[in-house]
């Protein structure tokens, strides 16, 4: 009997799951929870006229679709479609007993909402309004012309017939010329209003109306976790200041959303606007055309793309190209007799918009003036940014080229060694020194977590202690790792700076773009951590703070190790500096073409320190021919995380969580696959809140924001790695399965597992397609142990005790050999990789050595092995060897052990690429 994924079972007569009000537990996602219950709500409506139709007793089948439809009217507060007016319609036709009506209007309402048609709707039409009877089962609610929609949040405390006339006046000020439609939501306190941002993702403004009050006049049980986003003492503080406080609580949690206040003040505090985060206030409701105009340029700002907005209009143009770039216009194409597969493949567009030109409206990225540069101002704007910058060849080339804008020969940089490979080669360009720490080891699945405050603190100490802290310049860490093991940022530079006050930080944020869309995953960013830094020191509470810590610190050994490793520390207010630089890999997780990045700086001395220097390192590295549909697509990228970041990243969440309550649920794929929780990639000594994973079959769902907020590191949901050991196939079969039979790309393995990464890009669809190989394979493998003889029984079962028990030793960094060393006797561990790569240049200076051969032999006869290039395997991706490392017992018995087919730095016909004693000797 199949075993296929399945819903809930159907009723026999009907043909539809029985009605019932589903719990909020059964899902992470509130828009998912209130999408779902109005599907629950089409199926129950249909059941219902079915058995009115079949004339069966329908009494019970009616009270359960007042149950949800009561449970809807108090989550449609919160939004302006369907909302509460159409959920109040349908309570009343099925008080009627209008039992068919209520269905063909139900399934009108909710074919609109999940087609999302209902953005076009006209917005003075209503699906109540009208001839009932003549309702036909194809009727959409009247449409108008597409236009961007959104729904604007209004915080006052009005009756219905209020909120009717307020919403009347709005809609008389939009016109048929206006660039974006809107709808209203009033909700009536500051508990309901901090619900409406964080749960309806069409709001793009509020309006914040006189005083209102603190509760929620309708409590949704689901939905009060919202309110634990506050921070620490809002509520007492909006008892005295309650618009104030609202405004700076919204853009804590949405900074991208514009705030008006309308207030009946005196004229002198309203020009205060104390808070800063009102775009206007106005007094009393003096003209609602202001404010619709208001409403309107706020959103406009954001929707603005200078430089696709220019690139377009160029493309426009009937130009004739006596420059560089013959397929310009396609007139290479269009011309040829061999290639006019390229034109029909591609579209016109992206040949009309591919010139070599500066000028004409378009603009230098180099020294950009014009719309570039506007497009990069807008991106410091939603980043959170001092300046933004546009890299067209990736973030590799944007490590790069941060490296060599803040280091120079002989600094020292302390990263993780299982950094991405760009950082040593970058490290090797600019001549400064590694000095790589540990990251946490878990060994179970081949992989690193992250480096602990405890080993970068340790670290600090030893070279302060060598006195070499003058030296240390950067402290470089990857943020999120590929595997989704989170830093906080603010907690590592508070500490960092108390040692190192002068400390530049520079966080690759490869795959952590999309973070800045949602308040939990912010608060991990570089740039939210930078500016939060920032305030936190310049107010004099914090000062009131140090001063007390100094205190107790002045009291203890400054030369024991202790005092520094064993507790909190905090840096000082006068002498640390916030200099912060984020690498992103803008098209892993945000809408770009590929090889599109950004750099984002909040330095408090970039224009006294390293502007000039980065703007020579941005020329070294950035070409004069970039690419504009790259440009183009990144200034795209930047609208649509500002406009709809905050919706998809948070529908990729609750997409990845469904993930995991099916695999966890369905008794054959939890035999073959296990989704690692926090527990499982986190040790408990950097997890105090105890979280251990994100969904369990009996408990139901657990939020992320405490295990978020608390622990030291954190795991991000949309990075789903599968443990496949009980598979018997290794990660790289695995994923080589996947993609020939399946079609299906994964973002990388290990021994045992895959990452399985969920972006702003992914669909119910492509999940539910994925789930169903997942049993197909599971199903498979079932067959065919069914099938198996007793050997090979035998042989399957120790293929899974290998890929479980078995495993090679992780591939730590040992250490840099003596004469790559400045001072051998000493206690660090920086090494001159610069010279050692160079060296290995030199053919009289290497050799080569075969793993199962002369290089084992070598090593057993106690010679010093040292790489004189780097070796990375795929997986896992980083360098397990740099040039002048040590080759040690466990880092050969793993190169050994691997089973992939690429291995860069490495060929195995020749071997391992090492120095000869001489060169060594000789260096000495």
């Known amino acids: 009997m199949s075993t296929r994924l399945r819903g809930p079972a159907v009723d026999e007569v009907t043909g539809v799951e029985p009605p019932r009000a589903r719990s909020i537990n059964e899902h992470y996602s509130a828009s998912q ?76 309402l909710v074919r609109e909402l999940v087609s999302h048609s209902y953005r076009s709707r006209d917005l003075r039409a209503s699906v109540f309004e009208g001839d009932d009877e003549g309702l036909e089962d194809d009727e959409h609610i009247p449409v108008t012309a597409a236009r961007p929609y959104f729904e604007v949040l209004f915080v006052d405390d009005l009756e219905s017939s209020e909120i009717e006339s307020l919403r009347e006046a709005m809609l008389a000020t939009q016109g048929p010329d206006d660039e974006f439609v809107y709808d209203i939501v009033v909700v009536p306190s500051f508990e309901d209003a901090l619900i409406a941002v964080l749960f309806n993702h069409n709001i793009q403004s509020c309006v914040l109306r ?87 340029k706020g959103v406009r700002e954001r929707y603005e793309t200078p430089f696709f907005s220019a690139l377009k209009e160029y493309s426009l143009r009937p130009t004739g190209v006596f420059h560089a770039l013959p397929i310009s216009r396609g007139k290479s194409i269009t011309k040829s007799h061999w290639i006019q597969d390229m034109g029909r493949f591609y579209g016109t567009n992206i040949f009309l918009a591919e010139t070599s030109s500066t000028t004409g409206g378009l603009d230098s990225l180099l020294q950009p003036t014009g719309p570039l540069k506007y497009a990069q101002d807008k991106v410091a ?58 990251a946490y080891p878990l060994d179970e699945f081949t992989m690193f977590g992250g480096v602990s405050i405890a080993e970068i603190k340790h670290q600090l100490v030893r070279l302060r202690r060598a006195g070499k802290l003058e030296r240390v310049k950067m402290l470089l860490l990857t ?171 948070r529908n990729s969440v609750g997409l990845a969580m469904m993930i995991r309550k099916q695999i966890s649920e369905h008794p054959l794929l939890s035999r073959y696959f296990r989704v690692l929780r926090p527990v499982d990639m986190i040790p408990a000594e950097f997890r105090p809140s105890g979280m251990e994973g994100f969904y369990d079959p009996t408990a139901g769902f657990t939020r992320m924001e405490q295990h978020w907020r608390t622990d030291e590191f954190s795991l991000d949901p949309t990075r789903i790695t599968l443990h496949i050991g009980a598979t018997g196939m290794d990660g790289d079969t695995f994923r080589k399965l996947l993609i020939e039979q399946y079609d299906i790309q994964i973002n990388k393995t290990s021994r045992n597992t895959g990452l399985f990464m969920l972006n702003i890009g992914s669909t119910r669809g492509s999940a539910t397609y994925l789930l169903d190989v997942l049993l197909q394979i599971a199903e498979d493998l079932e067959t065919e142990s069914a099938d198996q003889s ?62 199962n051969g002369s290089l084992e032999t070598a090593m057993e006869e106690g010679r010093s092995v040292v790489s004189a290039a780097f070796v990375t395997p795929y997986p896992p991706g980083f360098p397990v060897l740099v040039p002048g490392q040590i080759v040690t017992t466990e880092i050969l018995a793993y190169l050994k052990a691997v089973d992939v087919k690429e291995i860069h730095g490495f060929d195995p016909e020749h071997g391992l690429t090492v120095f000869t004693e001489a060169a060594l000797a000789e260096r000495r």
């Open 381 to 438: 704007r939603a980043f959170g940014s001092r300046h933004s910058f546009f890299v067209t060849n990736g973030t590799s080339t944007a490590n790069k080229i941060v490296m060599q804008a803040l280091v120079v020969p002989g600094d020292i940089v302390m990263l993780s060694h299982d950094c991405h490979k760009s950082h040593p080669y970058a490290l090797v360009l600019s001549g400064a020194q590694p000095l790589y720490m540990d």
């Open 210 to 296: 006189y005083r209102f009050p603190m509760e929620s006049q309708f409590p949704v049980p689901e939905l009060r976790h919202y309110l634990d986003f506050a921070e620490e003492g809002t509520f007492e503080r909006a008892e005295t200041e309650p618009a104030e406080t609202l405004a700076v609580t919204i853009d804590r949690l949405r900074p991208e959303l514009d705030l008006f206040k309308v207030t009946d003040e005196t004229l002198g505090s309203v020009a205060a606007n104390r808070t800063r985060c009102f775009r206007r206030v106005f007094y009393r409701q003096e003209d609602y055309i202001e404010l619709h105009l208001s409403i309107l």
């Open 790 to 851: 007793e050997i090979d029984r035998e042989i399957s079962a120790e293929r899974v005790r290998s890929l479980v028990r078995e495993l090679p030793p992780l591939p730590r960094f040992s250490r840099f050999h003596s004469a790559f060393v400045q001072d051998p006797r000493g206690d660090t561990v920086e090494g001159d990789m610069r010279s050692a790569f160079f060296l290995g240049y030199d053919q009289s200076s290497i050799e080569h050595l075969a793993l």
């Open 479 to 649: 943020n999120s790792t590929f595997d989704g093991v989170v830093y906080d940022p603010l907690r590592v530079m508070r500490e960092v700076l108390a040692i190192k006050p002068d400390m530049i930080f520079v966080w690759d944020e490869a795959w952590f773009a999309f973070a800045r869309a949602t308040p939990t995953y912010r608060r991990r960013t570089a740039m939210y951590a930078a500016q939060q830094l920032r305030e936190e020191m310049a107010s004099p509470s914090y000062r009131e703070r140090y001063a007390t810590w100094k205190a107790e610190l002045d009291e203890l050994d400054p030369e024991d190790d202790a005092t520094w490793l064993d507790r909190p520390l905090l840096p000082d207010p006068e002498r640390s500096r916030v200099r912060v630089y984020a690498t992103q890999s803008t098209h892993k997780t945000l809408t770009s073409l590929r090889q599109g990045s950004m750099i984002h700086v909040f330095d408090q001395d970039f224009d006294r320190k390293a502007k000039a220097a980065f703007h020579e390192a941005y020329m070294t590295h950035t070409s004069t021919s970039p690419n504009y549909q790259i440009l183009a697509s990144l200034d795209v990228g930047r609208r649509q995380l500002e406009l709809e970041g905050y919706e998809f990243v």
């Open 33 to 108: 929870f209130r999408t779902e219950t109005w599907n629950l709500l089409k199926q129950s409506t249909d059941a219902l006229r079915r058995k009115e139709q079949r004339g069966q007793d329908s009494t019970e089948a009616a009270e359960n679709v007042g149950v949800i439809l009561k449970q809807l009217w108090k989550i449609e507060h919160y939004w302006a479609f369907p909302g509460v007016t159409a959920c109040e319609g349908l309570l009343g036709l099925l008080d009627r007993e209008r039992f068919d009506l209520l269905s063909r209007k139900t399934a009108l």
